[in-house]
C-alpha cells in the first residue's frame, strides 16, 4: 500500500472534470472472472482474464496518471476478492463528503473494508452507507447536481437516503437498462457542456431530460461493449479513453478533448475501464 498524507479538509470532488489531484487505485493481482456479472463477462469467461497483461496495463495506466500529476493511492490487493481492480464502486466523493458503498453483489462484498481500513488508518472521516445497496459507478456528479443511477446495484431508496445526508444537492435518479450494471458504463459528463451517452440505455424521456442539460456525444453499441463511455476525465479537458474506441475518439477530439489513448483491452473484458478503476478523492 502507498503511503500518503492527506488532510481531512482536503477531500473534495465536486464534478467528473475537474483537475484530478488524489486518486485510489488497486491492482489486478488477483482479477479473475469467477462468477458472470455482466455481459461482457460472459463473452470473456471461458478464457478469463491473462493477469499478467491485465498488470501490465494497469502499471501504464497508473504511471500515466503520475505523469500528469496526479496522486496514485493504492490499496492492497486481496485473493478473495477478483473485482477489486474497479475501485469506483467501492466508494464517492461528493462536494467535501466521502461515501463508502453497500455493494449488492456478494462477489463483491468485502472490497469496502479494504477501503475503510486504509482511511481509519489515516484518520480520513467517511459516512458508510449500510441500508441500502448503492455502488459508485452509478453516482455521477456535476457541481451541485448528483446523478444515481437506478439498477440491480443502486436502489431508489439508496438515492432518498443520500438526499438527506446532502440537503444542499439535487440527487436525480436516473433508470437505465441494468443489463449495463452501472450508470458510467452508459453515460458520463465530460464537461459543463458535454457528456457521453448510449442512447438504447435509456428510455427516450430520460434520454431527452439529458439532452436539454448536456450537449450529448453518442456511443454505438459496440463502442459501448468495449467501454467507450467509460472514459476518465482527469482535468484541462484531457481524457483517458481506449484506442480501440476510434469513433469516441475522433468525436473527442473534435470537442477539443486531449486523447490520452491507453490500452486497457484486457481489464475490460471484466465488464469496466478506467472510469470504473478509479476513485477520486481530490479534484480542483
Not at 44 to 64: T, V
Not at 179 to 195: E, G, Q
Not at 240 to 252: G, M, W, Y
Request: glycine share 4%.
Amino acid at each position: 500500500m502507498v503511503k500518503t498524507v492527506l488532510d481531512r479538509s482536503q477531500i473534495h470532488c465536486q464534478s467528473e472534470y475537474g483537475t484530478l489531484k488524489k486518486v485510489v487505485l488497486c491492482k489486478p493481482q488477483y482479477m479473475e472472472i469467477k462468477e458472470v456479472i455482466n455481459d461482457v463477462q460472459k463473452k470473456y469467461i471461458k478464457n478469463n482474464i491473462d493477469r499478467s497483461l491485465a498488470i501490465a496495463q494497469h502499471q501504464i495506466f497508473e504511471q500515466s496518471l503520475r505523469n500528469a500529476g496526479v496522486e496514485v493511492i493504492k490499496l492492497k490487493p486481496s485473493k478473495d476478492h477478483p473485482e477489486q481492480v474497479f475501485t469506483r464502486d467501492i466508494g464517492f466523493t461528493l462536494g467535501n463528503h466521502l461515501f463508502i458503498s453497500e455493494m449488492a453483489n456478494p462477489i463483491r462484498q468485502g472490497e469496502e473494508k479494504v477501503l475503510s481500513h486504509w482511511l481509519n488508518e489515516y484518520d480520513i472521516p467517511y459516512k458508510k452507507l449500510s441500508t441500502h445497496p448503492i455502488e459508485g459507478g452509478d453516482v455521477i456528479v456535476d457541481g451541485n447536481r448528483v446523478f444515481i443511477g437506478i439498477s440491480h446495484r443502486t436502489s431508489i431508496n439508496a438515492v432518498q437516503a443520500l438526499q438527506r445526508d446532502l440537503p444542499d444537492f439535487a440527487i436525480l435518479p436516473i433508470p437505465f437498462n441494468p443489463k449495463y450494471l452501472h450508470l458510467d458504463c452508459v453515460f458520463n459528463i465530460l464537461s459543463p457542456k458535454d457528456a457521453l451517452i448510449y442512447p438504447n440505455a435509456f428510455d427516450p424521456k430520460v434520454a431527452k431530460v439529458l439532452s436539454n442539460m448536456y450537449h450529448l456525444i453518442e456511443v454505438s453499441e459496440r463502442e459501448q461493449f468495449s467501454m467507450g463511455t467509460n472514459v476518465l476525465s482527469i482535468g484541462h479537458n484531457q481524457v483517458f479513453s481506449l484506442p480501440i474506441n476510434h469513433n469516441v475518439n475522433l468525436q473527442l477530439r473534435q470537442r477539443g478533448y486531449q486523447v490520452l489513448e491507453v490500452d486497457f483491452s484486457e481489464i475490460i473484458k471484466s465488464g469496466g475501464s478506467f472510469r470504473c478503476c478509479s476513485m477520486p478523492l481530490v479534484r480542483h
